[in-house]
RNA sequence: GCGAUCGUGGCGAAGUGGUUAACGCACCGGAUUGUGGUUCCGGCACGCGUGGGUUCAAGUCCCACCGGUCGCCCCA
């Protein structure tokens, strides 16, 4: 029997959770500030819904779902990622019809890519991400834009790289697409096997092949800025100014292109330039996707969202060495010697707990030297140390781990006691 | 899906065909009876990813499978 978690999927211990809690408070903060409520879907939705939504065409759609047939012979598939499934809520709840608009969202949860795993890449990983739907307005791009960076950055992250493109609206893009292929169509027989298939399939993603990078095509290769009509140019531009005004920096590559179907005008990425960061330096990603809405049942609405991945954040921070401020200590641990005291321990260990307090003991039967040394391990702010005189007293020896200094307590003080000396001490 | 590389106790790591699988960390116990983080002593793999095969003999050689890592593809 195969008792391994499957491939590509991995438990996450004590000592790491703590991480996980810290990083999913520090984005949960921000977007309370930013005003962005929580939205929780189902994990696994119709197949249908992904092969509209993400895309027929994109590799996601076609060789990385985990798609499956429940008992009632429906095509289910374990969400690849998060804007379908938000789009989709958003429609069937009609929250278009909520009177403050736009719908601003944040999600967090687990996605499934059937992938070949290598670091920064599971086949289940978690992503928090945002959605800002009912608004065409540019500065609600750089709104996104800027909860992004702000997360990263209150983290303590700063070898960051924002990259921004447009991509244009529909009418923009076709004629962009049919540049490509008119510009490409000549030295098809010179471009790799992939980059043959996408000039028919996805022009687009030609820009993006690291083998044909070098191909003397691609520098005068049209640029979707340059088939941006008015209307997509005065949007880019627009948000470009509102980054700027917010300071933060940013870089225009013209070959940024994502790989979902659903995004136009606004393309963003962004990546970690930190040493030792491996082939995979994309941190997040994001764009509009006006249309997506409309494609999905739903009223016109224009849309824009984000999502970063929490495993890549986290290997972000440990490639820039930043130590997350974790409280990782215990306020008491409870130090019994003998039977009747051990037994009392267990009714007082209770008490300090109801009150508020965060307290531990032995349960393993351990000498009294093993269990200081469990406080110890624990790092207890405070040792209780409770023997047969303390029982005849009624009194508890209440030991300062980090002074040495002990202090005799009665039974009845010890909540107040150790509430005052909690409070004040660290 | 393709290429490369690796897989020994809780962790790190020796072992390069042949007696009881080094060593370090961690853990457990002890160093005269109730006070931790130091030191000293002792204990701790019936097993070398899994399954086959070669051999008198395999952790050590061969094959398959599983898994990790790195790169490609793609992406978060």
Avoid at 192 to 198: I, K, M, P
Avoid at 303 to 330: C, Q, T, W, Y
Wanted: glycine share 8%.
């Amino acid at each position: 029997m195969n008792m391994k978690a499957p491939r590509g999927t991995q438990d996450l211990l004590p000592g790491t959770t703590e991480k996980w809690q810290y990083v999913e408070a520090k984005f949960k903060d921000l977007c309370n500030r930013f005003n962005y409520s929580e939205i929780r879907t189902p994990i696994f939705e119709h197949t249908e819904l992904f092969q509209r939504g993400v895309g027929d065409t994109t590799d996601i759609v076609q060789k990385e779902m985990y798609t499956f047939t429940d008992r009632g012979d429906r095509s289910l598939t374990l969400r690849p990622e998060g804007t379908a499934s938000v789009v989709r809520a958003f429609v069937e709840n009609k929250l278009f019809g909520l009177p403050s608009q736009p719908t601003k969202l944040f999600y967090f949860g687990p996605m499934f890519r059937y992938e070949r795993p290598q670091q920064g890449r599971m086949r289940q990983f978690v992503q928090f991400g945002i959605e800002a739907l009912g608004s065409a307005d540019p500065a609600i791009d750089a709104e996104v834009i800027s909860l992004a960076m702000s997360g990263y950055q209150e983290l303590g992250l700063r070898s960051l790289k924002l990259v921004i493109n447009s991509l244009g609206d529909s009418e923009s893009r076709t004629n962009h697409r049919n540049a490509l292929i008119s510009h490409f169509e000549p030295h098809k027989e010179e471009l790799c096997g992939d980059c043959q298939l996408r000039l028919e399939k996805n022009p687009l993603r030609i820009l993006d092949c690291k083998k044909d990078s070098n191909h003397p095509a691609m520098e005068t290769a049209p640029s979707i800025l340059e088939y941006l009509n008015d209307e997509s140019k005065l949007y880019f531009e627009a948000v470009k100014i509102h980054l700027d005004q917010m300071g933060i920096a940013y870089v225009v590559d013209k070959n940024l292109v994502r790989g979902l179907d659903y995004y136009n005008h606004t393309a963003f990425e962004i990546m970690s330039e930190a040493e030792g960061f491996g082939a995979i330096t994309t941190l997040s990603g994001g764009g509009r996707y006006n249309g997506l809405v409309e494609d999905l049942g739903g009223p016109e609405t224009p849309g824009i969202g984000f999502a970063l991945s929490v495993e890549r954040l986290l290997m972000a921070l440990e490639a820039e060495g930043i130590e997350l401020p974790l409280n990782n200590k215990l306020d008491c641990y409870f130090v019994a010697l003998g039977e009747k005291a051990s037994s009392e321990a267990v009714r007082l260990t209770y008490e300090l707990r109801k009150a508020g307090i965060q307290v531990d003991k032995d349960y393993q039967d351990k000498k009294f030297k093993a269990q200081f040394k469990s406080a110890d391990r624990l790092n207890a702010k405070y040792v209780l140390v409770l023997g047969d005189d303390e029982i005849e007293n009624k009194i508890v020896n209440v030991k300062d781990m980090n002074s040495g200094e002990q202090e005799e307590v009665a039974f009845e003080q010890l909540v107040s006691y150790l509430q005052e000396v909690l409070r004040g001490g660290k």
